[in-house]
């Protein structure tokens, strides 16, 4: 399809090629996963602060509304493209059916660098996207959520948009939005969270013993920030960190806490902390360690550098942080592969938890969220490895096949319309 044709678009192609190969999915099936369901293109003109307009390009890709509405992300960063997001939108299909979840997969993002805008022109521009794809979200249709470069505050606005088109307050719109609007406890901690509890499953599961081991983490937002303090509270010696800034290292193991508190001050940037040595973010994932976090961008452990990535696991918070080829380098290093679609899952599944609490008008306690997210991570990694280990395959091709299949499943019993 060339209109989604992009580097992630190929990849996660290549990954469903592979699972339905391997599942001996029937060929209708194949075709109809390969396809998004539905991609919009919109503009968004937005009224910057010096009263000049610029025109911003938005998307929103539902790849599929088999199991229920679809579900998934805004990212706003200067790359984003109609293929990222379709790919993105893919791959939330499988991650929310492997974790159980009744929902579709779905995705969307503006071509921004948003670091540049103020609040107020951030502002302007999530109004201006969420009333154009306003006809075609809903708690019962396509509810978004944040991504890279979006957080609790874009959900408000997307929220408060949305809400005074339909002329009252619909909560369940978006998910992860401040506790006041219908938010959920612990969904900002999900992400980094849930991650750790695969890491910690695989850690019982491989014989790995998680005090002491050294970890590199690329990103220091919503998912990296949490993913880091979590490590560190398992006793991990978090030696390396980077941002879109540049990266900091420590070989005693960098103080979280005081990072993120520098980062708080400093517009969300690791770079300039005092307690440790600046680095060029090129040379962070090259870094000798135990755990690498990829907590970023997609694409980032490629043909290029995946010989020379010196580390025992990779715990992939980002979504599609390494390429098929980084993969199969990867794989015949014996380097474990952590997959995205399972790994950072905790997100979607709290968002899961908030919509659930929406409908029902009813919040839950923090404990009552945390250990059903525990519950539900540590039975999707024993279910994955369950299959990983019966089928021979890499934990990445068992998450996809339980993800591919059940979605596939749901498709066969609904049948093909007319
Ligand atoms: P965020 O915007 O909060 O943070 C992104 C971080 O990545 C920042 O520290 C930024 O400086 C850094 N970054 C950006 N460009 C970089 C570059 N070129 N090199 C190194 N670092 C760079 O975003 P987030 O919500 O933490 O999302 C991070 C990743 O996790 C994304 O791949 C996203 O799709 C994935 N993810 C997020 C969630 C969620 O709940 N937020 C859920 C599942 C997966």
Redesign the pocket.
């Known amino acids: 399809m060339r209109e989604y044709d992009s580097p992630m678009y190929r990849t996660a192609l290549a990954q469903l090629d592979e699972t339905a190969r391997l599942l001996s999915l029937d060929q209708g099936l194949h075709e109809r996963l390969r396809h998004p369901k539905r991609a919009f293109i919109v503009s968004v003109p937005t009224q910057m602060d010096d009263k000049t307009t610029r025109v911003f390009t938005g998307y929103r890709v539902q790849h599929n509304l088999t199991l229920g509405p679809c579900k998934g992300?805004v990212?706003y960063h200067e790359d984003v493209t109609l293929g990222e997001v379709a790919a993105?939108a893919m791959w939330m299909s499988w991650k929310c059916a492997l974790m159980g979840l009744p929902y579709g997969g779905a995705k969307g993002g503006i071509a921004v660098r948003p670091w540049e805008l103020s609040a107020n022109e951030l502002e302007n521009m999530t109004r201006r996207y969420t009333s154009e794809i306003a006809p075609f979200i809903g708690p019962d249709m396509d509810i978004p959520?944040?991504?890279?470069?979006t957080?609790e505050q874009t959900m408000a606005w997307m929220m408060d948009t949305y809400s005074i088109l339909r002329g009252y307050t619909v909560h369940g719109v978006v998910t992860?939005k401040p506790l006041l609007l219908g938010g959920s406890l612990l969904r900002r901690e999900?992400?980094g969270r849930g991650a750790v509890y695969v890491f910690e499953r695989a850690c019982r599961a491989f014989g790995w013993e998680p005090s002491g081991m050294r970890a590199v983490v690329?990103?220091?937002?919503?998912?990296?920030s949490v993913a880091a303090e979590a490590l560190a509270a398992l006793g991990a010696k978090v030696v390396a960190v980077?941002?879109?800034?540049g990266a900091v290292r420590n070989e005693k193991g960098l103080d979280i806490p005081a990072l993120a508190a520098h980062a708080q001050e400093n517009g969300?940037a690791v770079k300039g902390f005092p307690g440790g040595e600046g680095m060029s973010?090129d040379e962070l994932l090259l870094q000798p360690c135990d755990l690498l976090v990829p907590?970023?961008?997609?694409h980032v452990v490629t043909a290029e550098n995946a010989g020379r990535i010196s580390c025992r696991a990779l715990l992939e918070?980002?979504?599609g942080p390494t390429s098929p080829e980084a993969d199969a380098i990867l794989g015949e290093r014996r380097i474990a592969v952590l997959p995205d679609i399972l790994a950072?899952a905790g997100?979607?599944t709290v968002s899961y938890f908030e919509w659930v609490q929406d409908t029902e008008h009813y919040f839950w306690e923090a404990e009552e969220v945390d250990s059903r997210l525990r519950k539900i991570m540590t039975r999707a990694f024993e279910e994955v490895r369950a299959l990983a280990e019966a089928k021979k395959v890499s934990l990445r091709l068992a998450s996809l096949m339980l993800g591919v299949s059940r979605v596939a499943e749901g498709k066969r019993l609904r049948g093909l319309y007319p």
């Open positions: 992300g990212r993105l959520a944040p991504d890279l470069g957080d992860s999900a992400t690329q990103g220091f937002g919503n998912v990296g980077g941002d879109r800034t969300g973010g907590a970023a961008l997609g918070c980002a979504n950072n997100g979607v």
